[in-house]
């Protein structure tokens, strides 16, 4: 079984050096991924779903430690790679559940037997018993049973939220009024017609995003919408995170 790392590191001399003091095929490694700055990891290790992240905590743009927030919790088997003068900062990284952390330079058989310790920790991750499927369910199954007026609507969106839906045209579905339609929705569901659409689509969105088949654009057209920049950002507002730290979640066991 091959570990796939991802190195983080900005300064690309100690970032080169690391990847030529590794053995990669004795240590059963492949990298997949590099990148300079935090910002940059999260695009490179949600395209390359890796085991290991090799992490540099001083980085521009964002640091290791704003990644470790926006990371998802007990994903990745993360190695924290600091210089002296950054110990303190290092250590606000334990409470991310880091495997270790190297200081630098970083001498080559310390840093084999933290490898050993960050495959032994993905292994971990990998056997733990959690409710992936859950974490990221933001709409519950409805009673379409409670009311005509409300079925025939929900209906209608399972049908059509891939295009252009509005009260007016489910008006034409249960020849009810806007006001008795939107009565419907708040009385059993607790919520407008437009909040559950927006909430149907971005469960679309995110059981697309499971499927590991579709690029981001794609899955923001196939559940209505046409601007990605407006999909994450109501997605974002939905869910919390935006779709790229949904996609890093999911992609574990990949």
């Not at 991802?6 to 990669?24: F, N, P, T």
């Not at 990644?67 to 924290?80: D, G, R």
């Not at 990998?126 to 369910?137: G, I, M």
Request: net charge neutral.
């Amino acid at each position: 079984m091959l570990y796939k790392v991802c190195i983080v590191e900005d300064e690309a001399i100690i970032r080169k050096g690391l990847i030529r003091s590794i053995d990669w095929e004795k240590e059963s490694l492949e990298l997949v991924g590099e990148a300079s700055n935090g910002k940059e990891a999260l695009t490179t290790i949600a395209n390359t779903y890796p085991d290991i992240i090799l992490l540099d905590i001083n980085m521009p743009i964002m640091d290791g430690i704003e990644l470790l927030k926006a990371l998802p919790e007990n994903t990745y088997s993360i190695v924290i790679l600091s210089g002296h003068s950054e110990f303190k900062y290092a250590q606000q990284a334990i409470k991310f559940g880091v495997v270790d952390y190297l200081l630098k330079p970083i001498e080559k058989e310390q840093l084999s037997r933290t490898l050993d310790k960050a495959k032994q920790r993905s292994d971990k991750l990998k056997n733990l018993t959690q409710p992936k499927e859950d974490r990221y369910q933001i709409l519950s199954k409805v009673d379409k049973t409670v009311s005509i007026t409300l079925s025939k609507s929900l209906q209608h969106i399972e049908e059509n939220y891939q295009a252009k839906i509005t009260l007016e045209d489910l008006v034409e579905v249960t020849d009810k009024s806007t006001t008795s339609i939107n009565s419907r929705f708040q009385q059993h569901l607790n919520m407008t017609f437009n909040e559950y659409l927006t909430l149907f689509r971005i469960q679309k969105s995110i059981d697309l995003i499971k499927l590991h088949e579709y690029r981001m654009y794609e899955i923001a057209e196939m559940v209505g919408y046409n601007d990605y920049k407006y999909f994450n950002q109501v997605f974002s507002k939905v869910v919390g995170v935006p779709p790229k730290i949904v996609k890093m979640y999911y992609s574990t066991g990949k």
